[in-house]
C-alpha cells in the first residue's frame, strides 16, 4: 500500500514537500507492489481463507455496531431531524497548525536512556502528612 502510496503521490501532487525521497521512484515501488503481491500468492490457501473469514468477522462487527450506535440513529431515536446532531462549522480563518517541535538530542538535556524508563519513587504518604 505504500508502494502504491508513492506512485499516486508523485503524480497527483507532485509539489508536495518531501524530507524523504525514494531512489528510483518509478523502479522502487513497482518492485515493492511486484514482490508484496509474490509473497502473498504464495500463501497456502487456508491462510486465504482465514483472512476472508476474519473479514466478514470484522464487517459484521462494524456495520452492525455502527447502526446502532451512529449518529443518524440516535437522532432518528429522539425524533430530531440530522442535521441538529451534526457538529457545526465555526466561522472565520481556520487556526494555523501547531508547528512541530525540533527534536533535542539527550546530551543536551542531561538524561540518558535510563534515566527516562527509570521510574519515579513515591514518598510514602504518611512520611507526607507527617511533614505538614
Known sequence: MVCAAVLIMRRTNPDAPRPFRAPFVPATPILGIALCLLLMFSLPSEN??????????????????????????????????????????????????????ALTPLRRTGGSLRSMFRKRRRAPAAALSQES
Open 48 to 101: 486465504w481463507e482465514r483472512l476472508f473469514v476474519w473479514l466478514l468477522v470484522g464487517f459484521l462487527i462494524y456495520f452492525f455496531y455502527g447502526r446502532h450506535h451512529s449518529v443518524l440513529a440516535r437522532t432518528a431515536r429522539r425524533g430530531d431531524p440530522p442535521a441538529r446532531c451534526l457538529p457545526r462549522r465555526r466561522a472565520g480563518p481556520r487556526a494555523p497548525a501547531p508547528q512541530p517541535q
